[in-house]
């Protein structure tokens, strides 16, 4: 078959995104404002600095000849695709941004956006998170998306409270010990 009718992959496709959970339909995309700052320092970093030094390296590959086996040339390009696709998604999650400050709630003891709390489960285990936005998430650090299950679950509780948590393993009590924010 002829070569123009096949597409073939060099191991990457270029429509992938990063594996981050969709934002809800009909949603806005919730930030904190650290959070939005980091994706614009990101973008800003691969906007002035990273394409323009992989374009320049690209530039110069190309000018060295033969662009079939040329690896700066091949590893050069396949970098600036990669680096377009990451501006093309923060651009998006940015237009989609909705800039939620937690500090508004700080001495609130009832659960929103931008919370950190302490609950205890039916064990008597304690865990703290914080809720946070999609592209924040770090769940190693204790930093749940606001969409989680156990976010959702804890949204609109008070201290004291006890909420039900629906898990695969079954029906989890909840006690919430402790919700704090940040100080203005």
Request: hydrophobic content about 35%.
């Amino acid at each position: 078959m002829n070569k123009a009718f096949v597409k073939e992959s060099d191991g990457g496709d270029d429509d992938d995104e990063i594996a981050l959970p969709a934002i809800p339909a009909g949603a806005k995309n919730y930030m904190t404002p650290a959070g939005h700052q980091r994706i614009k320092d990101e973008l800003l970093q691969l906007i002035d600095v990273d394409r323009p030094e992989t374009v320049r390296i690209v530039s110069w590959a190309a000018s060295n000849g033969d662009r079939s086996e040329n690896g700066d040339y091949l590893y050069g390009k396949k970098r600036l695709r990669e680096i377009d696709r990451r501006i093309r998604f923060l651009t998006k999650r940015l237009d989609l941004a909705e800039v939620v400050d937690p500090t508004i709630h700080h001495g609130s003891d009832q659960v929103f956006f931008g919370a950190t709390i302490t609950y205890e489960n039916q064990r008597g285990d304690e865990h703290t998170v914080t809720i946070v936005g999609i592209d924040e998430l770090d769940p190693l650090r204790g930093k749940i998306s606001w969409i989680s299950p156990v976010a959702r679950a804890l949204t609109k509780s008070r201290e004291g409270d006890e909420v039900v948590l629906q898990t695969p393993s079954g029906v989890e009590q909840l006690t919430i010990l402790e919700v704090s924010y940040p100080a203005p």
